[in-house]
């Protein structure tokens, strides 16, 4: 089985082949981010239109690359959301028109089932059931993934995602756009220990998120202590991130008795964070996608697809969606 993944769900324009015997075939990319940088964030419409010019060439690369005909394909997926509607908009007509005319299931992908899937593309991958951390831009979740569209949101941030903490306080320390690699760059030239930011809602039991307080915390810090100290400031910053995360991981693998964690999404390239986990979860199998996959990408769409094709459990044709429960997916056997 084959199958063509298409995202546009906010400033990648992805693409990819997957296939049941080959695995990846190929998978192309287009970020935008010089696009958005001199706005210091995504600019909705300007995204809109670039995806609209990307798509077409991208399509004829990747077919020619990977000698694949409409013949050879079993499905077209695309993300159907969550993310910027008129972005969606623009991947989803371009998928089902094309998979009406070829005459293939036009498969509507939840952008963060692929997130939480990504891993499962390398060896060894992870086996259900499993705790997964989904750290993105838009979301910062802990799911109880029992199965294939068997997930259950165990805890989730209560207003900025872990990313989106990264960019905010990337744009208040004079930072660029995205700040997550901005802010680990920055990081590396910080003093451990020089300072100590707060963990947001550890103190307190359950597994629910909040970093924009930590997001003020930073700002306040760094118009007291000044410019000179942005980089010891980038690193409690961080360091007080990733260690919240840790500390809820560790919190939901007792609550599940799980020994797996899958930790996926764009803040999952964060290198501190692979370090910070490597030390304390020497007892648990940790997962992580490829760092080409921690962010938005084709192939993990496609991927996605393609566990769904095999289990015949997917939906056509769904009109896309800004928000979409990651618990409203369909399970399958
Ligand atoms: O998964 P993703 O590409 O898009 C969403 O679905 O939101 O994640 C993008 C987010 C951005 O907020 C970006 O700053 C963050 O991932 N990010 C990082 C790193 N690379 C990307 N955050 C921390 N460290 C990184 N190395
Ligand atoms: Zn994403």
Known sequence: MRVLGIETSCDETGMAIYDSDLGLM??????????????????PELAS???????????RDLMQCCQTTQQDLDGIAYTAGPGLIGALLVGSSFARSLAWSWDLPAMAIHHLEGHLLAPLMEKPAPTYPFLALLVSGGHTMLVDVRGLGDYHVMGESLDDAAGEAFDKTAKLLGLGYPGGPAIAELAKQGEAGKYRFPRPMT?????????????????????????QEAAHIAHAFQEAVIDTLRIKCQRALKESAYQQLVISGGVSANIRLR????????????????LEFCTDNGAMIAFAALMRLQDRCYEENLPVKA?????????CS
């Open 49 to 59: 239109r670039d995806h609209i010019s990307r798509l077409v060439p991208m399509i």
């Open 26 to 43: 190929a998978h192309r990319l287009y970020s935008q981010v010089d696009l958005h940088a001199q706005y210091g964030g995504v600019v």
């Open 275 to 290: 370090e910070l986990f490597a030390q304390h979860f020497s007892d648990v199998q940790v997962f992580y996608p490829k």
């Open 323 to 331: 928000r979409w429960p990651l618990e409203q997916l369909p399970t």
């Open 203 to 227: 103190q307190k039991p359950g597994l629910d998120f909040s970093f924009s307080g930590l997001k003020t915390f930073t700002l306040n810090t760094f118009q007291e202590q000044g410019a």
